[in-house]
């Protein structure tokens, strides 16, 4: 088992592209080797140790490591890329694309996440104790599949165009999502547990649970009569017709 | 300039006949000279691989690029050929670099020249676009460009082959290639893109165009015929109607048969016809499809008025774009891809489609093996000109992926192992065993295009040629492609030196130096069409303008500044 401490030093004002903040990265390495490492902050290359004091405990291999961000970091970007194995736990605040890319191992976000959390990723588990922004769980600009796998959980509210484009996996969040979530999806699960806009659009197919109130509804969908799952009674929609999809759309009655 | 000598060569130049001889290469001022003095530089080539400057003759490198780049920022960080492909941040000589089948126009510079071509050729591009392409040709450095202009659904060009004015025709194409400081005829699915704006198309060459008393045949021979009639340096330049769809085989072979009339006005062919590999599919549907390969190199075997290039199709991601309109909606459509769409006004249409081949899916892996078959089948190399449409088959830095299939059976073989078995019945490639030798790929990489375009300092070494030379760290005497097909492709993609009107450009693989390429352009308005000609086609032109166009008259022509390096080519006129 490793511990690596990272606990904050100062507040960028500009935001610091930390890619390299992962298990897989920080395996084996001393605190001044993690400290060595160049990140970016704008077009300035610093080290980690500029940003952070970094304190190890112990030696391990990726699925070992765990990461502790303590404090709050809410202009450091892309914590857990690619990440494969391990756990980062956040005591505050993330910036943008947080767990991109991820295929293994947990993150947990202790205040709020910016967006594209969990932008395409593969595998894992994420999970936001705060709010969410835009595209949480989302895809990279131009591309056409986002999310594919893993388990992405927001315990508050998210804005728009949760779970764009998703291929795969699941979002639960706890909170109200405000519009579009689900749009352009392929497949996956989404849930939200409170009020949302216009779900499901242009959903080709995938399935989304809406536990609180749709509070408008898009009118390409095809009402299907009620149906009852995991002992909750929802409506049943199919659709987006507007792109001959065959998504299914859950809501609460 | 100074002077330089090129020793210890493999030498291929198959247009003056050297065959891989230990030939030395002199350059003078940016030409290939007979001899040099004794002061200077040699460049020793180590016994390695010698070429003219690879010629790519149907490339989409400006214009309607600029779209698919808006479109697919996903594509800028693809990287699946490190040093060719992806990301690249500034040097102290080169610019950044980002991007794979839309990559920004100093990579495009950069890349190419790697690669080791030095010439390329726009392959569709309206006279209303024009002008943006040529800031865009501005900005890729090194390379020698030049630009087909898009004559197939034109209106004036169907207006007078409708009155059967074939001397306006004339003035027209002469006009329309000054105008937009263009080079050749291009013409695409003739006669579809204009009956796209109706959301309609054509299905063959013997189709109404609507709103016009015209067909895709008469499209063809009008401006075959004019084509000649100006001399121009190239043959009209065609994308044959029903592009991609299966059963288009007849469409191809009734467009080869039907040019079979027109009379070449030089020694060249009366028609270059592109992507041939999206053009020769037998069956009725994707269910039935299946290479009709054999059929059109039999047919290109037994006749000498034209040529073709492959359209060869690269794994991976590719971007699709065309001025074949309806051809992009129906890729959309089909693949659920997202889609961008164009309506010239009188000019053309045009379409954008990002889609991605996979060896798994039976349909892209008969069209992959429909390349490699049509320039296998095809006994002529001279007939053939390498490409991949880049990058609708696929991005121009797979060119030696393409170069080392046709080489090397064996590496055909391995590929094929991996296709699905739906696909074997339908391609006769697993049973054809040539392999191209050092001099036939010359001739498909730098010395066929540059005849089949008209580009006589271009594709060779001989004295008076431009000094554009590529030379790959292989050594040929030495190395059995069929094999060692991996050293050989590294090789090819990186070249060891190439030389640009005589200055070292690339370095192992490294660009050296950043000139400024040439645009070629022709004239044949100026001295090629009379006075009374001229003021009657202006007269009628200001007329349309007003009608039709949104852009003034006075505002369409693209000017001198756009072209600051221009080559004015003017056709000898009868």
């Not at chain 2, 006279?127 to 659904?153: C, N, Q, T, W, Y």
Request: charged share 25%.
């Amino acid at each position: 088992m490793q511990t690596v401490t990272l606990t904050p030093k100062r507040s960028p004002v500009i935001s610091i592209e930390a890619e390299m903040i992962t298990p897989d990265v920080f395996a084996g390495k001393s605190d001044a080797e993690i400290g060595a490492i160049p990140a970016w902050e704008g077009n300035e290359e610093i080290t980690l140790a500029d940003v952070f004091d970094v304190a190890v405990d112990g030696s391990a291999d990726a699925a070992g490591t765990k990461i502790i961000i303590d404090g709050n970091v809410p202009r450091v970007k892309r914590i857990g890329e690619a990440m494969t194995a391990g756990e980062i736990v956040v005591k505050g605040d993330v910036d943008m694309r947080c767990g991109a890319l991820m295929s293994g191992g947990s993150i947990t976000v202790e205040g709020n996440a910016d967006s594209w959390v969990g932008r395409e990723m593969t595998g894992g588990e994420i999970l936001v104790k705060g709010n969410a922004t835009y595209y949480a769980g989302g895809g990279y600009r131009g591309e056409t599949c986002g999310m594919r796998g893993g388990k992405l959980t927001i315990e508050g509210d998210v804005l728009d165009y949760l779970g764009e484009h998703m291929c795969g996996g699941e979002i639960l969040v706890k909170g109200n999502a405000r519009l579009l979530p689900g749009v352009l999806n392929w497949s996956g699960t989404i849930t939200i547990e409170g009020d949302t806009t216009l779900p499901g659009g242009e959903m080709k197919s995938g399935t989304i649970f809406v536990k609180g109130k749709v509070l408008e509804m898009l009118p390409s969908y095809k009402d299907e009569g009620t149906e009852e799952v995991d002992g909750v009674t929802y409506r049943k929609y199919t659709g987006d017709l507007s792109r001959n999809g065959e998504g299914v759309l859950y809501v609460s009655v | 300039m100074a002077e330089m000598i090129i020793k210890n060569g493999v030498v291929y130049d198959p247009k003056n006949s050297v065959d891989g001889e230990k030939n030395e290469i002199c350059i003078k001022d940016g030409k290939i000279v007979d001899n040099v003095g004794a002061g200077a530089k040699v460049l020793d080539a180590e016994g390695c691989l010698v070429m003219p400057g690879g010629v790519d003759g149907h490339t989409h490198c400006a214009g309607k690029i600029n779209t698919a780049r808006i479109m697919s920022p996903h594509d800028m960080r693809y990287s699946p050929i490190p040093g060719l492909s992806g990301p690249e941040p500034r040097t102290k000589l080169l610019r950044p670099q980002v991007g794979y089948n839309t990559p920004n126009t100093h990579a495009i510079g950069y890349r190419y020249s790697k690669l080791g071509y030095t010439t390329i050729a726009e392959a569709a591009i309206t006279p209303m676009m024009a002008r943006h392409m040529h800031e865009e040709f501005e900005s890729i450095p090194i390379l020698d460009k030049l630009a087909l202009v898009l004559m197939g659904s034109n209106w004036q060009v169907m207006q007078y082959i409708q009155d059967g004015d074939s001397e306006m025709l004339k003035s027209y194409m002469a006009w329309a290639l000054l105008a937009s400081r263009g080079y050749g005829v291009k013409i695409v699915n003739p006669g579809g893109g204009s009956n796209w704006t109706w959301g309609k198309n054509v299905t063959g060459i013997d189709d109404k165009v609507i709103d016009f008393d015209v067909t895709p045949a008469d499209i063809l021979i009008g401006l075959a015929e004019a084509n000649e009639a100006l001399n121009l340096p190239h043959s009209i330049h065609v994308h044959c109607n029903n592009l991609g769809v299966p059963g288009n085989l007849p469409t191809t072979l009734d467009t080869m048969k039907l040019l079979e009339r027109v009379k070449a006005s030089q020694d060249r062919q009366v028609m270059h016809l592109t992507h041939m590999q999206f053009h020769s599919y037998t069956g009725t549907s994707w269910m039935d499809f299946a290479s009709g390969s054999d059929q059109i190199a039999d047919y290109i075997n037994k006749h000498d008025h034209l040529t073709f290039d492959m359209g060869q199709m690269i794994f991976g991601p590719a971007m699709t774009m065309t001025a074949d309109g309806p051809t992009e909606y129906r890729n959309a459509r089909m693949f659920d891809a997202k889609w961008s769409n164009y309506d010239q006004e009188l000019e053309d249409a045009g379409g954008i489609v990002p889609l991605a081949y996979t060896p798994q899916h039976f349909a892209h892996a008969t069209m992959w093996s429909i390349g490699l078959e049509l320039a296998l089948l095809v006994k002529d190399p001279w007939k053939v000109m390498f490409t991949t449409d880049n990058p609708n088959g696929g991005a121009f830095v797979n060119y030696p992926e393409g170069q080392v299939l046709l080489m090397s059976d064996k590496k055909r073989q391995e590929v094929i192992a991996g296709f699905p078995d739906m696909t074997m019945d339908r391609i006769s490639l697993p049973n054809i065993d040539r392999e191209l030798d050092w001099g036939e790929m010359t001739v498909m990489t730098r010395s066929m295009p540059a005849k089949m375009l008209g580009l006589e300092e271009k594709g060779h070494l001989g004295a008076g040629a431009d000094a554009d030379v590529a030379i790959y760290d292989v050594k040929p005497d030495k190395v059995d492609v069929s094999v060692e097909h991996e050293a050989v492709k590294k090789a090819l993609g990186f070249a060891k030196y190439t030389i640009k009107g005589g200055e070292i450009v690339v370095r192992d693989g490294d660009i050296t130096a950043l000139p400024k390429g040439k645009v070629y352009w022709v004239n044949a308005y100026e001295n090629g069409i009379v006075q009374t000609e001229k003021d009657r086609l202006i007269t009628d032109l200001e007329e349309r303008f007003k009608k039709y166009y949104s852009m003034q008259f006075s505002n369409y022509m693209v000017e001198d500044a756009y072209v600051p390096r221009p080559v004015e080519v003017r056709p000898e006129v009868a």
